[in-house]
């Protein structure tokens, strides 16, 4: 393994594509595809989604053993599924997504023996970084996780994907009281953690200056919105990368396709 890694292009175009791969287009410098897809051999920098603390929902790819659906998971590891009082799968309700249990370091130990493998695919396949999604899953755990839960997972799994030779983005996950705040650079051990951030709606939110003053120019944005879009551009489309999305990320044969920038 190697200690090096690449740091994507600060200010660099982004296309954001974890609705299915495509050409990206021209000027991307940075494109943001599925562990499952392979890098796109037209970005300088490649990102690899690595949904981390929560199942990919049922019926989500054919291939559901390599996508780690919440049945897969049931099948083959369900003591790392968090459950309730009375024995329930913990779901978020809005993508229909069981969470994973990281409560004990037994339980986040078993589950990196498994995700370990995806940040190695990953680094395999070419990739230059992971964007580790659903940090904020302790805000849907019904008090069962809480964020130092999360924290101590990711102090195993930053270091790894560092010494594979991958950066690791912040997603989301901004917030000072349950979020990683201004710590998100250096929560590890105070000289490592995220290397830049990929953030969803901080135009909407009003949140972009924040993940500025950790990241500078290596903050990527996906609006949803043209509202928030506009505001996003209006306030920080010079300081970080912002582009409008449809909110199911489609390729560009869709006819909801959107994908535009400042």
Not at 163 to 182: M, P, S
Not at 219 to 227: L, M, P
């Amino acid at each position: 393994m190697s200690t090096e890694y690449a740091l994507p292009p600060a200010h660099g175009s982004l296309s954001y594509q974890l609705g299915g791969s495509y050409s990206p287009p021209d000027g991307t410098a940075i494109v943001v595809r599925d562990r499952t897809e392979l890098p796109s051999p037209e970005a300088d920098y490649n990102v690899c989604y690595v949904n981390l603390l929560q199942t990919q929902p049922d019926g989500s790819a054919p291939d559901a053993a390599a996508y780690g659906t919440t049945a897969w998971w049931l099948a083959n590891h369900p003591t790392l599924l968090l459950r309730d009082g009375a024995g329930a799968l913990v779901i978020d309700g809005e993508w229909n997504e069981a969470l994973f249990d990281v409560s004990t370091a037994d339980k986040r130990q078993e589950l990196f023996g498994i995700q370990q493998e995806w940040l190695s695919g990953c680094a395999s396949a070419g990739f230059d970084a992971i964007e580790p999604d659903n940090l904020d899953a302790n805000e849907r755990s019904d008090g069962l996780l809480t964020h130092s839960d999360i924290r101590d997972y990711l102090t195993i799994v930053v270091p790894y994907a560092h010494d594979a030779g991958l950066a690791i983005a912040q997603k989301n996950a901004i917030d000072t009281e349950h979020g990683f705040g201004n710590e998100g650079a250096t929560f590890v051990n105070g000289t490592e953690g995220f290397d830049f951030a990929i953030v969803e709606q901080c135009g909407a939110f009003d949140e972009c200056a924040d993940y500025a003053a950790v990241y500078g120019e290596r903050v990527y944005d996906i609006e949803y919105d043209s509202s928030g879009f506009a505001h996003a551009c209006e306030e920080y489309g010079s300081a970080i990368s912002i582009e409008l999305r449809d909110r199911d990320l489609s390729t560009p044969s869709d006819d909801a396709y959107v994908e535009e920038r400042c």
